[in-house]
């Protein structure tokens, strides 16, 4: 479960990015996030994978207060959320298996757990035997499954989404939204900050607006209600 409590984000240039928002969202929750660019969406999201600290209100995942976290804990937070970019962000001297297998490593899982795992993510996120590809010998949609079979790997129970579908044709979007929605089924919560009306007004989940800082509003199957 994630609770924001008048959460209020000044970067350090002044720009209140949040200003006062408070929301719960559950367990196994499907969250859109939407609003105009520089509303405060991906802050928003930051502030859940603590790459942000609120300026002011509290913020917790999973019962712990994140936003006064001690250092070592960090690291036991940030493993229970995977995040997924626009961009992909894969390193692209490494295989699809090492950019994988490379989450697991980092908390110095045993080698032969990292093996079999990363290669029932790779299936899992439908690019059995491209394993030894590297990211510049996929297609776009295929380089977003690698990034949300890095995202999945350790199991986290909340999966943040700063517009994933951005810079893929309609098709291939659907295919990451089939994704998204088996893996949602599987337990994690989703949070996915989108511009896409046409799989927000299908695809019906629960919608959170924000305009310029502020949650104006919140519904349980809410439609885009944007024009672009
Ligand atoms: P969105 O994701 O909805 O486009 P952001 O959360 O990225 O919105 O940005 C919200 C506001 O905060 C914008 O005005 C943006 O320019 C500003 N902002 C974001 N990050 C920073 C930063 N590191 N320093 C200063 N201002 C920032
Ligand atoms: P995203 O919304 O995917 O984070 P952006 O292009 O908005 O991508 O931001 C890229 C980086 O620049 C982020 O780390 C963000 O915090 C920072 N940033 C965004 N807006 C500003 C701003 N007005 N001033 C300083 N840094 C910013």
């Known amino acids: 479960m994630i609770e924001m409590q008048d959460i209020w984000k000044t970067y350090a240039d002044g720009t209140h990015a949040l200003r006062g928002v408070s929301v719960r969202i559950d367990r196994n929750d499907f969250v859109y996030l939407v609003g105009p660019s520089g509303a405060g969406k991906s802050t928003f ?3 859940i994978y603590r790459e942000e600290v609120p300026t002011k209100g509290q913020i917790s995942v999973n019962g ?3 936003g006064k976290l001690k250092p070592r804990k960090i690291p036991y937070v940030r493993r229970n959320i995977g995040v997924i970019f626009q961009d992909f962000r894969l390193l692209q001297k490494m295989t699809v298996f ?3 297998a490379f989450a697991m490593e980092v908390i110095e899982a045993p080698k032969k757990l990292i093996r079999k795992r990363t290669m029932e993510v790779i299936e899992l996120v439908g690019l059995k035997g491209k394993h030894n590809s590297l990211p510049t010998q996929l297609s776009g949609g295929e380089q977003q499954r690698v990034a949300i079979a890095r995202a999945i790997i350790n199991n986290p129970s909340v999966i943040v989404a700063d517009e994933p579908t951005g810079n893929l044709d309609p098709e291939t979007s659907w295919g990451i939204m089939n994704l998204l929605e088996e893996i949602n ?13 046409e799989i927000v007004n299908s695809l019906r989940k629960r919608v959170i607006a924000i305009e310029n800082g502020e949650i104006v509003r919140d519904e349980a199957r809410g439609e885009y209600g944007y024009e672009i």
């Open 45 to 47: 999201m930051k502030l």
């Open 64 to 66: 712990f207060n994140i």
């Open 98 to 100: 090492e950019n994988i």
């Open 185 to 197: 089924f599987r337990g994690a919560t989703i949070i996915m900050a989108t511009h896409n009306r």
